[in-house]
């Protein structure tokens, strides 16, 4: 079987749209659908079939898109080897990353890479909630995404999951707050204040659901902004209070805003790289993802350096997995 009609049919079990697998792959949608058409003749089974007005894989079409992927990995591995032969880390990563670790990681990050001849890094951000992070490894080699302790939207999609850090969530109060003077914080305490919140549905959304259980008591959600920065805006100017990421928090205001632990709720997210296999066995992403790692240690331990006891942050995973 041809290695190319194979890789059409693994796009189009993660795609699900021969209009998706044409555009990502830049052909027609009747060309992909061809190709198809002869890689069915040469497996002598039937590997679509229609359901309303699209196409879906067979059990046999299934089969052999898991065999499409296991193809790939092993001929990515085999290009790996020899460019580790070569010391030859060249060619263009993609990243896609949520802002507040962009903001993070990667100006630290590219200015290593700078240093590595012919490896080019392009980066850009989106803002998914949590299900959008694993189909945004369809079209880029490497996802920066974070999850909650206890959810794991990735799971059972067969990518390659790198842990980066493990950051608290912090409650920021104005410089002001009655509370600011404390060295942590319950859930008792808040409760009843005012908060700035996420958007519906997402993450942050369900620790204050937490926070309301333990604390026995309804949080007041007056505004709700995505943007971080907007959010430390509002809790700066004294119109609430909010959950902050203890080492992405703008920081940029001193004197105006405070972090506090929170105690008796697991109040911290999981940042992670998310990859295909086959993208995750490439140099040049690898070399990229090892960079990503030292990165988010270097800037965990600073922030564990500095930060008062009672503040201290959870030690980062360095090993890789398969979700």
Not at 31 to 60: F, M, Y
Request: proline share 7%; hydrophobic share 40%; with cysteine.
């Amino acid at each position: 079987m041809d290695v190319q009609r194979l890789e059409l049919l693994r796009e189009l079990a993660e795609r699900r749209s021969i209009t998706e697998v044409a555009r990502a792959t830049h052909r027609t949608p009747s060309a992909v659908s061809q190709q198809l058409k002869v890689l069915e003749r040469e497996a002598g089974l039937p590997l679509t079939e229609r359901s309303g007005r699209g196409l879906i894989l067979t059990d046999a079409g299934r089969a052999l898109a898991r065999s499409a992927t296991d193809v790939a990995v092993a001929l990515a591995r085999a290009n790996a080897v020899w460019d580790e032969f070569r010391n030859h880390v060249t060619g263009e990563v993609s990243l896609v990353t949520f802002p507040t670790a962009g903001e993070m990681l990667l100006p630290g990050a590219l200015q290593q890479i700078a240093g590595v001849p012919g490896l080019i890094v392009n980066c850009t951000d989106k803002d998914p909630e949590l299900s959008d992070f694993p189909a945004l490894t369809a079209d880029f080699d490497i996802v920066l995404a974070y999850s909650l302790r206890g959810q794991l939207p990735w799971g059972g999609r067969g990518l390659t999951v790198v842990p980066l850090m493990t950051e608290p969530l912090d409650v920021g109060l104005p410089a002001d707050h009655r509370l600011a003077p404390r060295a942590w914080i319950g859930p008792a305490d808040v409760v009843g204040e005012t908060w700035i919140g996420a958007p519906d549905g997402y993450p942050f959304e369900r620790i204050l659901h937490q926070i309301e259980q333990q604390g026995g008591g309804q949080a007041l959600v007056a505004q709700r902004f995505a943007d971080m920065r907007l959010i430390e805006a509002f809790v700066m100017a004294g119109l609430g209070i909010a959950l902050v990421p203890r080492y992405t928090w703008g920081g940029d205001q001193p004197g105006k805003l405070v972090l506090k632990p929170l105690r008796g709720v697991d109040a911290e997210r999981q940042i992670v790289a998310l990859m295909r296999p086959d993208r995750a066995e490439r140099l040049a992403v690898r070399t990229v993802v090892d960079v990503l790692r030292a990165e988010a240690e270097r800037v965990q331990a600073e922030h564990t350096a500095s930060a008062p006891p009672s503040s201290s942050s959870s030690s980062s995973s360095s090993s890789s997995s398969s979700s």
